[in-house]
């Protein structure tokens, strides 16, 4: 609830909530008038005058505890105890004042409704009408009172219990909300630790490489060191443009880029690499080439950085299976074979990365090195799918 509303069945959490429950509360006080009318002018001596404001008061008193206490997680037993002292106490002041007294069994209703669950509220606000109904008739001119009071008995007690079911659903919802933003901001923390993976793995891998390289060339060969290091200083700037980019959320790669990039890292890192001209797109989801592309920069990543390989063979081939045509990406390498043991936070993201874009993920080694094949649908899936249409 807002800070300054609070409902039945909800708990005020503050001073301006308590405030706004008990104005609410309190006008509907105003038909206690009744009773209050009886002792000034209902011709009652002192002493029974005063005992009816005593048992008014203290009717009131507990009335309005039982409303307040709604929510702090009372049993329901202790509740219908409560609500026994309220019909117990309506019943003596009625019968010893007077018919202007049977208003009272309408705010027992009416706590019924507000305080009690529907499958219990169900049976006790009939109760508590039909008590009423009794006292009117051992009352002296009760029954007159009866038709004006049993049917906002009913009404009032029933609503009461729509309003708080309505109030709790209310409260569930904003909870549920609350709950699916707190999930969207895990959602979104998680993206972005994968990106920065992805992103600078890759990009701090080949200013890596290319930091040695330049290392090695710098005594002999210092214009060949030169362009080692321009070639980080433009890496370096990309990194952090693609990082800025993550941030944002707006970045995604393409597969032509990534095997561009690919092709320079695995010759910086002296392994022969054996990449398909630009792939034949045409028709294939944005999603889904955004995953293969990620697919491939972590894969060569993981060659360049853990395989030791002399070798890697990139393909991207169009396949059709029974789910419909698929774009397929092999990254197979010759070094070690346990690269993908016990997958880490990489292949973990990748996976994800993936499912998303509704593809999979297939890693493991082979006779000769490692091999990583991810695929994803070719093709935009159809809403009419599975629909029977």
């Not at 206490?69 to 019909?87: D, H, K």
């Not at 070690?336 to 499912?355: F, I, V, W």
Request: net charge positive; proline share 4%; glycine share 10%.
């Amino acid at each position: 609830m807002s800070g300054s509303g609070v409902g039945m069945g909800q708990r005020p959490e503050n001073q301006r909530q308590r405030f706004v429950k008990l104005l609410w509360t309190g006008i509907w006080l105003v038909y206690l008038s009744a009773p209050a009318n009886d002792l000034l002018h209902g011709g009652h001596s002192t002493g029974v005058r005063v005992l009816g404001w005593i048992g008014l008061a203290a009717f009131v008193t507990w009335y309005m505890l039982l409303l307040f206490r709604t929510g702090r997680g009372e049993r329901n037993s202790v509740v219908l105890a409560s609500l026994g002292v309220l019909a117990a106490q309506s019943t003596v002041l009625a019968l010893t004042l007077g018919r202007e007294w049977l208003v009272l069994f309408v705010y027992v209703s009416i706590a019924s409704g507000a305080a009690l669950p529907l499958r219990m509220a169900r049976w006790t606000i009939p109760a508590a009408s039909a008590l009423m109904t009794v006292i009117a008739f051992a009352t002296p001119g009760g029954k007159a009172f009866l038709a004006g009071l049993l049917i906002p008995a009913l009404l009032g007690g029933f609503a009461m219990t729509g309003v708080r079911d309505l109030i709790r659903t209310t409260v569930a919802l904003r909870e549920a909300r609350a709950t699916v933003a707190q999930l969207a901001a895990n959602e979104e923390r998680l993206r972005l630790a994968r990106d920065l993976h992805d992103l600078l793995g890759h990009s701090l891998s080949l200013i890596t490489i290319k930091s040695e390289l330049a290392g090695r060339m710098l005594p002999d060969h210092p214009d060949k060191a030169a362009r080692q290091v321009a070639d980080i200083e433009q890496v370096s700037r990309q990194a952090l443009v693609d990082v800025r980019e993550a941030v944002s959320g707006y970045r995604r790669p393409r597969l032509a880029a990534e095997l561009a990039g690919a092709r320079v890292a695995l010759t910086a890192a002296g392994v022969t690499a054996e990449l398909p001209a630009d792939p034949d797109l045409t028709g294939v989801p944005e999603d889904s080439e955004t995953a293969l592309a990620w697919a491939l920069r972590e894969a060569v990543t993981n060659v360049v950085r853990h395989s030791g390989a002399r070798r890697c063979t990139v393909e991207v081939l169009r396949r059709q299976t029974l789910d419909g045509p698929v774009l397929e990406l092999s990254v197979e390498d010759d070094g070690s074979a346990d690269q993908g043991n016990g997958p880490g936070h990489g292949l973990t993201g990748l996976t994800e990365r993936l499912e998303k874009a509704g593809g999979t993920l297939d890693a493991g080694g082979t006779r000769q090195g490692f091999r990583l094949i991810a695929r994803v649908p070719a093709a935009a899936i159809s809403a009419d799918v599975g629909s029977g249409s």
